[in-house]
């Protein structure tokens, strides 16, 4: 399936058939994870539950830096 990379506002974007979201389960609002990998695009949903707790993860690590640093000695 080809798709044609629009400008929106100061960016561009590209529009994801209906066919294509209700297959994977996907609507307006969703949040996607856009990656590249061997030079190609993927979009795959984030796990919102997972995005969260690896936001404190990140949290607790900046906090901690210098002791997880020593612990890693």
Not at 52 to 59: F, K, T
């Amino acid at each position: 399936m080809n798709v044609v990379i629009r400008k929106i506002g100061n960016s561009e974007g590209v529009i994801i058939p209906r066919e294509i979201l209700d297959r994977m389960g996907l609507e307006a609002g969703d949040t996607l994870e856009l990656s590249m990998q061997g030079g190609e695009l993927r979009l795959q949903p984030t796990d919102a539950d997972f995005a969260r707790q690896m936001e404190h993860a990140q949290r607790f690590m900046d906090q901690y830096k210098v002791a997880l640093k020593k612990l890693a000695e």
